[in-house]
């Protein structure tokens, strides 16, 4: 039986299929509007004002964060892709993190990054709201209650993970659409773009430095901490009811 992932990898090889985006396909993914996106592509919208996380996470790095970062991401991106062949250039951005192994040698790298940093970073905007010590509710909460064994070991490990990643990347709660995990990526690295069922990315916690040293300087920790203040549970919710549909 063919796995989701290889029957999209082999709607996006058919000749001619590659201008119809199979998340257009098989049903908009619950975020859409970037994933969805195609070159030249654009920084995302906050979406709010820079100090809406205040005090968890401080308005001078939110800026810089989106404004310069996401922007060199989007820079670099388009820069790579200036020079690909059309075909690829119609791909989305969920569409070239999906098929990394089609993109041309010579910009292999420079799409895993950019594109990566891209996704990871139009989904991390979404998912931040202060949440007042809210958490998650519904299908979402009763899935990590039995995952993880409640709430509190589920925010332990998840913590735990982040903590511990060795130099800069991700941590993250992802689903298969059945199950959920947590699992980490290096560098921009995208969960989507690992071999075998796609993990669709549910909660992210950016641990690379420029996410929190103005604040937080070496103290990871404490940054991790703060980060469970301003999670957007509704939009996680989202996230995991639409991979549950699309599985
Ligand atoms: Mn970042």
Redesign the pocket.
């Given at each position: 039986m063919m796995t989701r992932r290889k029957a999209i990898k082999a709607v996006a090889l058919t000749a001619g299929a590659l201008a119809v985006a199979p998340s257009f396909v098989l049903g908009a993914a619950a975020d859409s509007s970037a994933s969805s996106s195609v070159y030249p592509f654009k920084v995302p919208e906050l979406g709010y004002p820079y100090d809406a996380l205040e005090p968890y996470i401080d308005a001078q790095t939110m800026q810089i964060?989106h404004d310069k970062?996401?922007g060199a991401y989007v820079e670099n991106l388009n820069k790579a892709l200036a020079q690909a062949p059309e075909s690829i250039q119609k791909m989305s951005l969920e569409d070239l993190l999906l098929n990394l192994d089609k993109i041309p040698e010579n910009i292999r790298t420079a799409v895993r990054n950019n594109a990566g940093?891209q996704y990871?970073?139009a989904f991390?905007w979404k998912i931040l709201k202060k949440n007042e010590g809210g958490q998650p509710s519904g299908d979402l909460s009763q899935a990590i209650d039995a995952t993880f064994g409640g709430y509190p070991a589920f925010q332990a490990k998840l913590s735990e993970t982040a903590t511990k990643v060795f130099g800069s990347g991700w941590a993250w709660l992802v689903t298969d659409g059945k199950k959920l995990a947590i699992t980490t990526t290096p560098n921009q690295d995208c969960p989507i773009s690992k071999p075998g069922d796609k993990e669709t990315p549910i909660v992210g916690i950016?641990v690379?430095e420029?996410?929190y040293y103005l604040k937080y300087q070496n103290r990871r920790a404490e940054y991790v901490k703060a980060f469970w203040n301003v999670i957007n549970w509704d939009y996680a919710a989202e996230r995991y009811s639409g991979a549950a549909k699309q599985a």
């Open positions: 964060h970062h996401n940093g990871n970073h991390l950016d690379w420029h996410a």
